[in-house]
């Protein structure tokens, strides 16, 4: 379904990435993790028609991706919402944006909400919530277009680690009823392994796919399957890409 075929992107004398080729199949769930700079924000932008190629192809359902598409949602780390607007609004501000809103958005946005433990704040501003909390509006905003492809960068990153947890296992379970691809990159490497099918570990400078590593753990996933031998080996094999020999164990 998306297809990068042995993209490179420069911007000036930096390469961001280089031949970097992967294919995400309709429904599956990709993570990737790498150092700071190895190109995984730029991949994303890729994806999601942002910035183009300087060589190489980006693809959706085989037609290049030249501008932002409707079935492509992304999530960035901060939350982004109009500060001016309520929640309602701003959740239901790209369908109004793309006139594709219609009699049953209003109520799919109250839904989601309520799915998102938020009902009851549909008219707050941003500013009276806490981060967590907008970072579940702009998710909201983002699942309400109903994309085939979410791009999720770094979604979690500024909440604290019990939020986090718990937004991973909320991703999951509404992943779980749709037909969405999910690219999703984090630092986290238990993350990565407890929502992805396959983790992309890229290698920085310049960034590149240094091995995409499946993740055989049944579904539905939870933390309770930290302990066990497959999610233990695909973290150590995660780690040891991305530290060398070097500080694995501290890590
Ligand atoms: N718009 C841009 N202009 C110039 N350099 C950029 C731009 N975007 C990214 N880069 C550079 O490309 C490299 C990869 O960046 P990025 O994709 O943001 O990495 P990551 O998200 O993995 O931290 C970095 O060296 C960064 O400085
Ligand atoms: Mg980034």
Sequence with gaps: MIRLDRVTKSFGSVEALQDVSLEVAPGEFVAIVGASGCGKSTLLRLVAGLVRPSAGHVA???????????????????????????????????????????????????????????????????????????????????????????????????????????MSLELLRIWQGREMAVVFVTHSIPEAVLLADRVVVMSPRPGRIAEIIPVELPRPRGFEQEGLPAFQAAARRIRALIYGGRAAHAA
């Design 60 to 166: 959706l359902d085989g037609r290049p991706v030249t501008e932002p598409r409707a079935e492509t949602a992304m999530v960035f780390q901060a939350a982004t919402l109009l500060p001016w607007a309520d929640v309602l609004r701003n959740v239901t501000f790209p369908l109004r944006l793309m006139r594709r809103a219609g009699g049953d958005t209003e109520a799919r946005a109250r839904a989601l909400l309520a799915t998102a433990g938020l009902a009851g704040f549909e008219h707050r501003l941003p500013r009276e919530l806490s981060g967590g909390m907008q970072q579940r509006v702009a998710i909201c905003r983002a699942l309400l277009q109903d994309p085939r492809v979410l791009l999720m960068d770094e979604p979690f990153g500024a909440l604290d680690a019990l939020t986090r947890e718990e």
